[in-house]
T-cell receptor, first 115, second 111 residues
Framework: AQSVTQPDIHITVSEGASLELRCNYS??????LFWYVQSPGQGLQLLLK??????LVQGIKGFEAEFKRSQSSFNLRKPSVHWSDAAEYFC?????????????FGTGTLLAVQP | DAGVTQSPTHLIKTRGQQVTLRCSPK?????VSWYQQALGQGPQFIFQ???????QRGNFPDRFSGHQFPNYSSELNVNALLLGDSALYLC??????????FGQGTRLTVV
């Protein structure tokens, strides 16, 4: 069955430090992969997506992610974190079978940023 | 473009009651999906509507039902509310199989 694992429930980084959030997926075919960000009490905003092609994907707000098929991973990175990046981050795989495009989410990683 | 809009933003209901949540998709989108996000969890797929029909359903009981109207807007209905139904309900719209855009959600509290 398709699934997404985000091993880190909570991460704290200092402002200006680099960030890497881990995501591993289980999916039978070539996956469609997404990272979303959620501020408290808000909906989900798409940061970036991978459908095919270049395995290094650039997104909004200075984020990037790298698809590694051999490791079934799609880790999110940012070279320098800003205080406004504090939020919860969700990795998702798109299940596009059966003419639907439902998303299967991980449990999320809560990012705290220290001044 | 107003994006995906959901109403109401917050709702408090009593156990056993029924609730209806509403969603207007982003302009040009024809597909609406509903997700339930319990506290501290990732969103879970409830069902998806396309051309006014339920196209796929997640692992949710029949108490959860929905509808899509000719203008592509959608409703989520939950009957016989349980305490465990307390969650943030998210609506997402898309054009066919393209990327989904999410609304701000409806926070449902069952007491």
């Amino acid at each position: 069955a398709q699934s997404v694992t985000q091993p880190d429930i909570h991460i704290t980084v200092s402002e200006g430090a680099s960030l890497e959030l881990r995501c591993n997926y289980s999916y039978g075919a070539t996956p469609y992969l997404f990272w979303y960000v959620q501020s408290p009490g808000q909906g989900l905003q798409l940061l970036l997506k991978y459908f095919s092609g270049d395995t290094l994907v650039q997104g909004i707000k200075g984020f990037e992610a790298e698809f590694k098929r051999s490791q079934s991973s799609f880790n999110l990175r940012k070279p320098s974190v800003h205080w406004s990046d504090a939020a919860e981050y969700f990795c998702a795989v798109g299940d596009y079978g059966g003419a639907t495009n439902k998303l299967i989410f991980g449990t999320g990683t809560l990012l705290a940023v220290q001044p | 473009d107003a994006g995906v809009t959901q109403s109401p933003t917050h709702l408090i209901k009593t156990r056993g009651q029924q609730v209806t949540l509403r969603c207007s998709p982003k302009s040009g989108h024809d597909t609406v999906s509903w997700y339930q996000q319990a506290l501290g969890q990732g969103p879970q797929f409830i069902f998806q509507y396309y051309e006014e029909e339920e196209r796929q359903r997640g692992n949710f009981p029949d108490r959860f039902s929905g509808h899509q109207f000719p203008n592509y807007s959608s409703e989520l209905n939950v009957n016989a509310l349980l305490l465990g139904d307390s969650a943030l309900y998210l609506c997402a719209s898309s054009l066919a199989a393209e990327e989904a855009f999410f609304g701000q959600g409806t926070r449902l509290t069952v007491v």
